[in-house]
C-alpha cells in the first residue's frame, strides 16, 4: 500500500518554463489537495478534488492548474513558472472514512530561476 | 474569517521538560482541529484529531471553545520529538479543506 506517491521530488525550473507534479494514491480516496509549504507561512491550499472530474480553486490558485481524470490521480500544472511559486508542494487526499485525516506525499521541491 | 494561529515559530525545551504547542483558531462554525508532524526528512502525517481525544506518542490535546484554543502538550519531551508540528482546522461541508497555522518547530536539546 503505496499511499500517495508525489513525483518529481526535487525540480529546477527556468522563469517561464512549464511542468507538471505528478499524485497518484492507491486508497481509493475521494478527495484530493494540492497544497505549497513556505517557510513561516504554513500550507496554502492550491486546489482541490471532492472527486474525479471535479476541481475547485483554493486560496492561491493563480498559475495553477490541475484536472483529476480518475480518482488515483490528481496532477498539478505550472503554467509559465515564476520565482514566486519556488516552494515545496505536497499533495495530500482524505475521505469521510478517514474522518478526513489526510495522507500527505513526500513533496517536491520546486526552484524557479 | 477561518484563521489557524500558532504563535511560535520555535520552541526550545530540555529533554525531560514539558511541552505546550499553542493553536488558537477563528471559525464561525463547530471546529473540527487536527495537529499534523512533520520530522526531518519525513512526509507530514497526521498526529492526533481532537474528536478522537486520543493520546499519540504521550502527546493530548484538548478544544477549548471559550478560549478558541487546541493547544499540543506533553508532559515530558524526548529528543525524537524534535520536528515542525501544525495545527489544522478542517472547514465544514463536504470538501474535506483543512486550513493550517504557520507551523512551530519544537527543538528537544539533550
Known amino acids: 500500500n503505496a499511499g500517495v506517491t508525489q513525483t518529481p521530488k526535487f525540480r529546477i525550473l527556468k522563469i517561464g518554463q512549464s511542468m507538471t507534479l505528478q499524485c497518484t494514491q492507491d486508497?481509493?480516496?475521494?478527495?484530493m489537495y494540492w497544497y505549497r509549504q513556505d517557510p513561516g507561512m504554513g500550507l496554502k491550499l492550491i486546489y482541490y478534488?471532492?472527486?474525479?472530474?471535479?476541481?475547485d480553486k483554493g486560496e492561491v490558485p493563480n498559475g495553477y492548474n490541475v484536472s483529476r481524470s480518475t480518482t488515483e490521480d490528481f496532477p498539478l500544472r505550472l503554467e509559465l513558472a515564476a520565482p514566486s511559486q519556488t516552494s515545496v508542494y505536497f499533495c495530500?487526499?482524505?475521505?469521510?472514512?478517514?474522518?478526513?485525516?489526510?495522507?500527505f506525499g513526500s513533496g517536491t521541491r520546486l526552484t524557479v530561476v | 474569517a477561518q484563521r489557524v494561529t500558532q504563535p511560535e515559530k520555535l520552541l526550545s525545551v530540555f529533554k525531560g521538560a514539558p511541552v505546550e504547542l499553542k493553536c488558537n483558531y477563528s471559525?464561525?462554525?463547530?471546529?473540527?482541529l487536527f495537529w499534523y508532524v512533520q520530522y526531518s526528512r519525513q512526509r507530514l502525517q497526521l498526529l492526533l484529531r481532537?474528536?478522537s481525544r486520543e493520546s499519540i506518542k504521550g502527546f493530548t490535546a484538548d478544544l477549548n471553545k471559550g478560549e478558541t484554543s487546541f493547544h499540543l502538550k506533553k508532559p515530558f519531551a524526548q529528543e525524537e520529538d524534535s520536528a515542525m508540528y501544525y495545527c489544522?482546522?478542517?472547514?465544514?461541508?463536504?470538501?474535506?479543506?483543512?486550513?493550517f497555522g504557520q507551523g512551530t518547530t519544537l527543538q528537544v536539546k539533550p
Open positions: 495530500a487526499s482524505t475521505a469521510p472514512k478517514a474522518n478526513y485525516g489526510y495522507t
Open positions: 486508497m481509493n480516496h475521494n478527495y
Open positions: 478534488s471532492v472527486g474525479a472530474g471535479i476541481t
Open positions: 489544522a482546522l478542517r472547514i465544514s461541508g463536504n470538501t474535506g479543506k483543512l486550513i
Open positions: 481532537h474528536i
Open positions: 471559525y464561525s462554525g463547530s471546529p473540527e
